[in-house]
């Protein structure tokens, strides 16, 4: 793993070219030379060893963990699957890992669709449309971006619970929840990014009569799609990840708990069960890291198109 | 009909079908609309395509904000006015200047951290070839929730006796050095510092990502006529890096600044908010969540929000800043 091996592009550059000039070669230098490579390898492990050490302790025998430290199976490895078959299958009094996996999945996909499509929807009224009063209504949704969810948490939890609908279906409250608190965000970047899309591609499908919603659908949506693809990632990683939410909204109700809910609950009341929190840690890692490693090259792009004005 | 009231999976598809319904019913209320000469087609097609997300947002942002505003002078189950005695508890209640001292360092160290390390790395490993994997190795901690980077952290600052051999990787290496074990997490004040360089850990990837693309999308002739013009490495970091990403900088800090403001994930998972690590957010969840008193978990909450009000203010200014300039 050497970061180092990657600047040589500059580096190459810099003797190649011999310069003359001292104050250009030391600039070259600084991004070529070896204290700044240096730098980034110390960096990249840094932020690479925690959850390295984590990953190799799930797979040890619960005796070594507890006795011995993690780097000492890279000497004397000992591997076992036990500590994930124990948090995923085992016999817990509130139900095992899988069961807590399943209701993250269950909250997590309508909780990225229902904002996704209502924030490309309200960033086609602002971006599109034009109507009185617009800008001052988009820098105010701007603004609730920053309301501390901890604000909505309280009022939004008792219109749902005198509702009585929980009853019937547990999870609406939590997929609400969180689709109310990804719009303005969802909105704002979204907007950014339709803003950037040339008004004359509108204009001419206008002339030629389209309406509003093949505009949408045939102009927008395609253009959109890596804007769209972007976001929507991010707000899976949230939401999966999200403990707040999942812990106030499903009451104390274990049965539709999100995994982060438990694994917290686990981290407080077992905080000494090494054996079961890595793993466990990693089970809750698994669905987030898929998505980030598999899409990161499309989600980068996306993202950059729409809200990072250089 | 079972599977979609009685299963998990079919609750989950009967809510995004019904969703799908809804949406379909909208846009073809838009359609119809457009067909219409005169005025009201204008207001149809702002209906549909903006009604929907402003009304969520009044219904589950705007109205609770007030509610929670108008609870903070109520008492616990909200039944009779206090006045400004929740305002007061929440600053005078024994906890409270620790709350308060914690939640400053926090938001003074995380952002200036994370972005300056998120910035240096970017500049190190820009254009180079392993660019692709060095981003993700920074990147992996943000795909990772609070409570398991809380667990990952308590792992590698796990304390065990001078006399016993150490499983923490901090420890092992201190004691390695010839030091006594150190309780991370237990001995204040430090404990705060060792659970800021979580959320630092978090954060910095997310500030390397947006600060990187930054930093690639400033025009390579600026770059090269300043080369020419012989400005040393210093002076192009500081006269034409900074001041083209300047607008990015300002999304990073304020986001990882507003971010940190509601941290309570880590606190609670890694210290249970013990040992003189409590900090406000997590001080209002106790209120709100565990101690049943609305009142002052509302207050908490506004006073939060009051902290917020400035990164708020600054953002909308550069906002309209960049608006101007674009034209």
């Known amino acids: 793993m050497s970061v180092e091996a ?54 040890r025998p619960e005796e070594d963990i507890k006795s011995s430290g993690w780097w ?12 994930y078959q124990e948090v995923l299958f085992g016999r817990a009094s509130s139900g095992s890992l899988s069961d807590y996996f399943i209701n993250s999945l269950v909250i997590t996909v309508p909780a990225t669709v229902i904002p996704l499509v209502l924030a490309t929807m309200a960033a ?45 279906f547990p999870y609406l409250s939590v997929w609400v929840a969180h689709s109310i608190f990804a719009l303005p965000l969802a909105v704002f970047l979204l907007h950014n ?24 659908l045939r102009i927008m949506l395609p253009l959109m799609a890596p804007a769209i693809a972007s976001v929507a990632i991010f707000q899976f990683i949230w939401v999966w990840n999200d403990l707040l939410v999942g812990l106030t909204f499903t009451g104390a109700n274990n049965a539709i708990q999100p995994l982060t809910a438990r694994l917290a609950e686990m981290a407080g009341s077992r905080g000494q069960d090494w054996q079961l929190l890595t793993a466990g840690a990693f089970v809750s890692m698994v669905l987030p890291l898929i998505v980030f490693l598999s899409l990161q090259r499309y989600f980068v792009r996306g993202l950059l198109a729409g809200s990072v004005k250089g | 009909m079972d599977f979609f ?40 097609a702002l209906a549909v395509f903006g009604g929907p997300a402003l009304l969520l947002l009044v219904v589950g942002l705007i109205y609770p904000a007030i509610r929670t505003f108008y609870m903070s002078f109520y008492d616990a189950g909200t039944n009779n006015a206090v006045g400004l005695q929740n305002y007061i508890f929440t600053v005078t209640n024994t906890g409270a200047v620790i709350a308060f001292r ?12 994370s972005t300056l390390i998120g910035l240096i790395y970017a500049i190190l490993i820009d254009r180079s070839r392993l660019e692709k994997l060095a981003k ?43 030091f006594e074990p150190v309780r991370f997490l237990q001995d204040a004040p430090w404990n705060t510092l060792f659970l800021i360089a979580v959320m630092i850990w978090i954060q910095a990837g997310f500030a390397m990502v947006i600060l990187s693309a930054a930093i690639k999308a400033v025009p390579t002739d600026i ?65 709100s969540f565990v101690f049943g008193d609305n009142g002052v978990g509302s207050a908490m909450a506004v006073v939060i929000f009051i902290l917020v009000i400035p990164l708020v203010a600054f953002n909308i200014r550069q906002m309209a800043k960049n608006r101007s300039v674009r034209g």
């Open chain 1, 6 to 59: 990657g600047v040589p592009e500059v580096a190459e550059v810099a003797t190649q070219r011999p310069n003359r000039r001292s104050t250009a070669t030391k600039f070259r230098s600084l991004v070529g030379n070896r204290i700044g490579s240096a730098v980034a390898v110390v960096i990249a492990v840094l932020w690479t060893i925690p959850t390295f050490g984590l990953f190799i302790s799930s797979f």
């Open chain 1, 72 to 83: 000492t199976f890279l000497s004397n490895p000992a591997f076992t699957l036990d500590n």
């Open chain 1, 124 to 168: 086609y009224a602002f971006s599109v449309l034009d109507w009185r009063g617009r800008d001052w209504v988009f820098v105010c949704v701007f603004a609730l971006q920053i309301v501390p969810l901890q604000m909505a948490l309280i009022p939004l939890l008792r219109i749902f619970s005198s509702s009585g609908l929980l009853d019937t």
């Open chain 1, 193 to 216: 990014f339709m803003s950037d899309i040339p008004k004359e591609l509108v204009e001419a499908a206008r002339v030629d009569g389209a309406g509003h919603v093949s505009v949408f």
């Open chain 2, 5 to 44: 009231l009685n299963d998990k999976f079919g609750q989950m598809l009967l809510v995004i079908i019904a969703f799908a319904a809804l949406i379909a019913v909208l846009l073809a209320i838009a359609w119809a609309a457009d067909k219409w000469v005169g005025k009201g087609r204008r207001w149809a």
């Open chain 2, 102 to 113: 914690n939640t400053f360092i926090w938001v003074f160290l995380v952002p200036i951290a």
């Open chain 2, 136 to 178: 993700s190795l920074l990147f992996l901690p943000v795909a990772i929730s609070f409570v398991g980077a809380g667990i990952i952290w308590k792992f590698v600052y796990e304390y065990r006796g001078a006399a016993q051999e150490q499983i923490g990787l901090l420890n092992a290496f201190i004691t390695w050095l010839g």
């Open chain 2, 223 to 287: 770059i090269e006529a300043a080369r020419l013009d012989g400005v040393n490495s210093w002076e192009m970091f500081r006269n034409i890096t900074v001041p083209s990403i300047r607008p990015s900088l300002v999304v990073v800090l304020t986001t990882i600044s507003i971010a940190t403001l509601k941290i309570f994930d880590i606190t609670r998972t890694m210290t249970g908010a013990r040992f003189d690590t409590q900090v406000l957010a997590n001080q209002m969840y106790d209120y």
